[in-house]
């Protein structure tokens, strides 16, 4: 499976942004689908998961209340939809698919190439 993330660029603290990561190869509709990000010197961290079944999600604390994940298995694609977006924010920002069918959202083994989002103060 290919996984292409777009819609990062640079924006103003209190700005939106909407990521997309559209996968190839590979449906997506049975696989919990994420957002991690990677902040320059920092390890990769969880943002979001939606899972493959009733859409339930789960977030990072410190985006709660601020960025929606969501799907649309008919485009084979997932979204980040990032509100009141903080210089802290910044980071490379990847996608990425669980490998179990039907899975928990405990194998994210799949990853695309990340997009940049910069968030000056």
């Known amino acids: 499976v290919q996984l292409q993330a777009s819609g990062g660029g640079l924006v103003q603290a209190g700005d939106s942004l909407r990521l997309a990561c559209t996968a190839s190869?590979?449906?997506?509709?049975?696989?919990?689908m994420a957002w991690f990000r990677q902040a320059p010197g920092k390890d990769r961290t969880f943002v979001a998961d939606?899972?493959?079944?009733?859409?339930?999600?789960r977030y990072a604390d410190s985006v709660k209340g601020r960025f929606t994940i969501y799907r649309d298995n008919a485009r084979n694609s997932v979204y980040l939809q990032m509100n009141s977006l903080k210089p802290e924010d910044t980071a490379v920002y990847y996608c990425?698919?669980?490998?179990?069918?039907?899975?928990?959202?405990?194998?994210?083994?799949?990853w695309g190439q990340g997009t940049l989002v910069t968030v000056s103060s």
């Open positions: 939606i899972s493959w079944g009733d859409s339930s999600t």
């Open positions: 990425s698919v669980d490998s179990k069918t039907y899975g928990f959202g405990r194998n994210y083994d799949y």
């Open positions: 190869g590979r449906t997506i509709s049975g696989y919990y």
